[in-house]
Each structure stands twice: as C-alpha cells, then as structure tokens.
C-alpha cells in the first residue's frame, strides 16, 4: 500500500517515532480544534476532522477520506509540524510583487480559495497558509486574486411604524464594470426594486451621494423623472456629499471590508 501524499510532498515516506505504518486516511481523527484556531479555519467549517485537513493540504478536495492513505510522516508534515507561513503565499503564486510581504495574523488562505487555485491556476496552495489582504482587499473570494472587482455600496435607512429607524444594506458586485453614469443608473434603479420588495409602504425617496462624476452628471440627473414613471417609489431630492466629504453612512459600514477580507462568504 503507497502513501497518497507521496507525490505533493518533497519529503520521501520514512519511519515517525517507530512508525512506518501507512493506514486509510479515514482512520485519522484527532482533536485538531486548536490548530485550526491558530489558522483561521475554524469560521468556515468545512474541516471537521483530522482527515479533513489532511485531504485539503494535500490538494485531495473531491476525493473521500477512504480512498487515500497517508504514512506518519506525512500526516506529521501536513498537521502536527505545519506552520503557518511568515510571508503572503498568494503574492507569489499569482506573480505579484516581487517584494516580500508579510503575511497577516488575522488572515489566512481559507478552503475555498485554495481549491479555487489548486483548479484554474494549478498550483496547491495549503489551506491556512499566510496572506496579506492588503494585495487583496478588493479581490472576490472565489478568485483569490485573479482580477479586480467593483463594488457598489447602498444604505438605505427608513423610519418604522414605531418611530425607530432602521438601516438596510445593499451591495452591488461587478466582476468587470465601469463607474459611469449608465451604470450608477442601473445600480439606482435596481436599489430601488430592491427596497420596494423590502417594504411596500415606501413611497419617497431622499437620494444622497458623495461627488462623483457619475452621480451627478446632465445624464444622472435627467433620468431620474424616468425612474419616477416606472417605479413605485418616487425620487423626491437628490443631495451630494461636500469634496472630500465620503459617503457619510456607507463609508461607516467598514465591516464589509473586514469580512470580505476574512473570506467567509
């Protein structure tokens, strides 16, 4: 019986304190519970077990646990040995800056990103390795860092039947899209159905952006009458942030930021 892990690791199958027996992966199911803590791992929950986290660092994402085997040596390698890297492995492996950067703490290489790698790229990234999410902050989960997305924030905020306020969120991801008017148009539009299914009993609107062009160019603001004919919901006043003023409550909502950089969606 041969080692499974033989062929994605530089080390050769040898004997671990007496040991040299090769067994089914299936049979490995220690506590790993601190481990995946010190990688980050544990948010996502898709490593349960011992085998799990064996299956993944070896680039086995598909396959079952019984149908590979693993020699001690390797099962040392790829749990009880393995530490997370100092530097970010993604910067390397998708040929970014040639610089070291150094990996964050609070940040580490989660499943699906190393399956998304070990798929289009070819290359086995282990799960938990280091990462900077500096090189990545604006880089869609699944595609790790393999082109630049734009994002559209919307918050809509809206007094309830008991004179409370309350404050919804809206999100808009664009794998490949222009900040223009025709799209910052299309993204009001699509708001706005999206509040109407929230809450059939608005029926106005206060508009309120920071000063980009898109926002406030002669097409902007001259389809805006449009939208009112279609909609349910009526555009009543349209306000603009002063320079440099931000987007007062969307710019508040930094935990997307830190959630997208967490790789937990």
Known sequence: MQCSFKTVSSKPCSTIQGSSLITSLSTCKNDIANHLRNCLLQREGLIKNEDDLLRFRGGYFEE??????????????????????????LQFACGGNKKPRKARQDCSVNSKQSLYMWKEEQRLIPVGSGRNPSLLQRVPVQMVCQAWVSWH?????????????????????????????????????????????????IKTLYLRSDNAGCFHSSYSLTTIPMINKKSLIKIKRVDFSDPQGGKCICDRKKGIKRYVNEGTH
Request: proline share 1%.
């Open 153 to 201: 924030v919307g918050v809509v905020s809206m007094k309830t039947d008991q004179n409370d306020y309350q404050n919804f969120t809206i999100v808009h991801v664009f794998d490949n899209a222009t900040q223009d008017a025709l799209t910052s148009t299309s993204i009001l539009q699509d708001t706005i159905n999206h509040i109407n299914k929230e809450n059939k009993k």
């Open 64 to 89: 079952s646990s019984s149908s590979l085997t693993i020699c001690p040596t390797h099962r040392y390698e790829f749990w009880v040995t393995w530490r997370k890297s100092v530097y970010c492995v």
